[in-house]
């Protein structure tokens, strides 16, 4: 797509897509959204890129290894946040009983383990959604 | 104490050993291999050990991050899901072994990583159904087995594996979604989704709420049938199990359509009981469903010319025998079902992979052109015959005991009717299994030069084999040792 418009609205609206991604991710404990929805909004944004300035440019910022990793990464945070659950209070995925900070409730910092899992999950929606994107797009070549 | 975390830790080694996969991918590919048996290994030692465990010892319940049942997700393991899981373990680890002999025919070596990671997944999901003791969370598992086993279909790039992934795909969500409609009508009911509690209210909530808890049972009866082929709902199996590398077709066809049936009796005799099914007379139902899947599988497998879609259609006749032994509703009913589930998955495992190994070496899929194969392949044929042998039924098999036992079951519910059925249906194996017999070890081979061209088979694809062989036979001779811990099942699941 090689219109001036459209390249450089995409340039200003990804940071703020972005960064509402990050807060949705972040807030998904004291309100609505969460890792699914926060992941789906960034992965979006990378799709745009993608669509908008050409899959090169889309694999140069984000590539195949890196979104492997990714995937990869956002499962392991889960995986290792309930295995601290398991080691420390004997169940797999304890909260607050394997010392996880408690806060106080409304605040980003509270309810123990989950804005870490939330991270998790972001981090694998946001990667399985530009790499599906990538299948779907080299597919068709 | 780490006795109870077992469970999890299975499940735990098959997930991250599929995350670890894509990780490795710049290693060598042997590495990855390795490593999986390795995983394979532990988790057998594992699941054999909670099998003594529970049978000696007592059951374990473990609910997850410490919530109280009704909360929060359980994990039971009962002799039922510990015998299970051993059986998978088993059977998993024999596919595996033969599998890493590169005989993963017709997947490219690109390719190679995707089917390993699939496998785990399909191994801990296959795990999960069978230790959670939560209708919502088996759900969740049956969606990750649907999926991954529908990748595994289409893992070959070919349009025919594309055609029966789709057809797969889609008569399996309606399964899916058929089972959680049922699991949705349970919550409104009784308010629970954790199977003990569920049972636990079943009655008062048969008196209050008749009508949702008749038609959960029929919504999860379909859904289950659909996903284990039982009669009426089995078009997707044979085009999906012809079609897949052999290696699948040998999962898919042993182990993933046992684990729904195993589901659907967790839903008869856990989550509904048997008050209620009397009362519905769910086992005329099921009886009818099981008798018409034993005659007419047969019947189409004898019309069968590609020896994979053949033994598709074999499995489709098999579950009804197990479906027969569900639907007695009886004790030694369901020990029949439960022994045929292990000796189907025996026999199937066995005819696949050595179907796999000829395929792989001969090229044919025609049942026609076994011609004098026992004489060029004299292991692969071997097997093939002791597991044809089997399916037909023939005594110092596995197949026999199990047809024995649900002979005894029919005789002793009066269902004199299904014994015959039984016995049609056996001739009907010999129809289309002895001729295959008999061609390749009496008959000359059509094309003398090819016998050449045959190289020697890798032992990593001969010893699994020569294993399954003699398991067949070993659990033929000796069923006792067996019949111990599925008597304990049986108890469990059947109070």
């Known amino acids: 797509m090689n219109d001036i418009i459209i390249k450089n609205i995409t340039r200003i609206v990804i940071p703020f897509a972005q960064i509402y991604g990050?807060?949705?991710?972040?807030?998904?404990?004291?309100?609505?959204?969460?890792?699914?929805?926060?992941?789906?909004?960034?992965?979006?944004?990378?799709?745009?890129?993608?669509l908008v300035f050409g899959r090169e440019k889309?694999?140069?910022?984000?590539?195949?290894?890196?979104?492997?990793?990714?995937?990869?990464?956002?499962?392991?945070?889960?995986?290792?946040?309930?295995?601290?659950?398991?080691?420390?209070?004997?169940?797999?995925?304890?909260?607050?009983?394997?010392?996880?900070?408690?806060?106080?409730?409304?605040?980003?910092?509270?309810?123990?383990?989950?804005?870490?899992?939330?991270i998790g999950i972001g981090i694998k929606v946001a990667s399985t959604m530009i790499s599906l994107f990538n299948l779907l797009i080299d597919e068709a070549i | 104490?780490?006795?109870?975390?077992?469970?999890?830790?299975?499940?735990?080694?098959?997930?991250?050993?599929?995350?670890?996969?894509?990780?490795?991918?710049?290693?060598?590919?042997?590495?990855?291999?390795?490593?999986?048996?390795?995983?394979?290994?532990?988790?057998?030692?594992?699941?054999?050990?909670?099998?003594?465990?529970?049978?000696?010892?007592?059951?374990?319940?473990?609910?997850?991050?410490g919530f109280e049942a009704r909360f929060g997700i359980e994990f039971v393991v009962d002799p039922f899901s510990a015998l299970f899981t051993t059986i998978i373990a088993i059977l998993a680890a024999i596919i595996y072994i033969y599998s890493s002999g590169d005989a993963t025919d017709g997947i490219e070596k690109?390719?190679?990583?995707?089917?390993?990671?699939?496998?785990?997944?399909?191994?801990?999901?296959?795990?999960?159904i069978l230790y959670t003791n939560d209708i919502f969370n088996t759900y969740v598992f049956i969606e990750i087995l649907s999926i991954t086993t529908c990748a595994i279909i289409s893992i070959k790039k070919k349009k025919d594996t594309y055609t029966s992934a789709f057809r797969y795909l889609m008569m399996n969500e309606l399964g899916s979604l058929s089972?959680?409609?049922?699991?949705?009508?349970?919550?409104?009911?009784?308010?629970?989704?954790?199977?003990?509690?569920?049972?636990?209210?079943?009655?008062?909530?048969?008196?209050?709420?008749?009508?949702n808890i008749v038609i959960a049972l029929g919504f999860m009866i379909i859904g289950l049938g659909i996903k284990a082929a039982v009669f009426p709902f089995h078009i997707w199996l044979p085009d999906a199990h012809s079609s897949a590398p052999s290696t699948s077709s040998a999962i898919l066809s042993a182990i993933v359509i046992k684990v729904y049936i195993l589901v659907f009796v967790k839903v008869l005799f856990r989550v509904f009981n048997l008050e209620i099914l009397n009362e519905m007379s769910i086992s005329t139902i099921l009886l009818i469903l099981a008798g018409v899947g034993m005659i007419m599988g047969s019947v189409f497998a004898i019309a069968q010319k590609d020896v994979k879609r053949m033994l598709g259609y074999s499995s489709v006749a098999q579950m009804g025998y197990i479906l027969l032994g569900i639907g007695l509703l009886s004790f030694e009913g369901l020990r029949a079902a439960f022994f045929h589930i292990l000796s189907h998955g025996l026999m199937k495992t066995a005819l696949f992979l050595s179907v796999g190994e000829i395929i792989f070496y001969k090229k044919t899929r025609k049942v026609n052109d076994f011609d004098g194969l026992g004489f060029i392949m004299p292991v692969a044929m071997g097997v093939f015959s002791?597991?044809?042998?089997?399916?037909?039924?023939?005594?110092?098999?596995?197949?026999?005991?199990?047809?024995?036992?649900?002979?005894?079951?029919?005789?002793?519910?009066n269902q004199t009717i299904f014994l015959v059925i039984l016995i049609i249906s056996s001739l009907l194996n010999v129809i289309y299994y002895l001729p295959i017999i008999i061609s390749a070890f009496l008959k000359n081979e059509k094309y003398h030069y090819r016998l050449e061209s045959i190289e020697k088979t890798p032992r990593t694809m001969i010893a699994p084999l020569i294993l399954l062989g003699l398991l067949i036979i070993v659990v033929g001779i000796f069923p006792n040792q067996i019949m111990v811990f599925i008597e304990s099942a049986v108890r469990s699941v059947m109070p």
């Open chain 1, 22 to 50: 990050i807060f949705v991710i972040l807030n998904g404990h004291v309100s609505p959204g969460g890792g699914f929805a926060g992941g789906a909004i960034i992965g979006t944004s990378l799709i745009l890129y993608t």
């Open chain 1, 58 to 118: 889309g694999r140069k910022k984000f590539s195949h290894k890196a979104s492997e990793i990714a995937e990869t990464g956002g499962i392991l945070i889960y995986v290792i946040v309930g295995l601290i659950g398991l080691v420390v209070a004997g169940r797999f995925l304890t909260n607050l009983g394997a010392g996880f900070p408690e806060g106080v409730i409304g605040n980003i910092i509270s309810g123990g383990m989950i804005p870490i899992l939330m």
């Open chain 2, 1 to 65: 104490m780490i006795i109870e975390q077992l469970p999890i830790i299975n499940l735990l080694l098959f997930l991250l050993m599929a995350l670890f996969i894509p990780l490795l991918k710049r290693k060598p590919f042997k590495i990855t291999l390795i490593l999986g048996f390795v995983v394979l290994g532990l988790v057998f030692i594992s699941s054999v050990y909670l099998l003594w465990y529970v049978n000696n010892v007592g059951i374990i319940i473990y609910t997850f991050g």
């Open chain 2, 110 to 128: 690109t390719e190679y990583g995707r089917y390993y990671i699939l496998l785990f997944l399909l191994l801990m999901s296959m795990f999960g």
């Open chain 2, 179 to 211: 089972y959680l409609i049922g699991v949705a009508l349970i919550y409104m009911a009784t308010g629970y989704t954790n199977i003990t509690l569920i049972g636990e209210s079943m009655s008062n909530a048969f008196q209050a709420y008749q009508l």
């Open chain 2, 386 to 413: 002791i597991a044809a042998l089997g399916m037909i039924g023939l005594p110092l098999t596995s197949g026999f005991i199990s047809k024995l036992n649900l002979g005894m079951a029919v005789l002793d519910k």
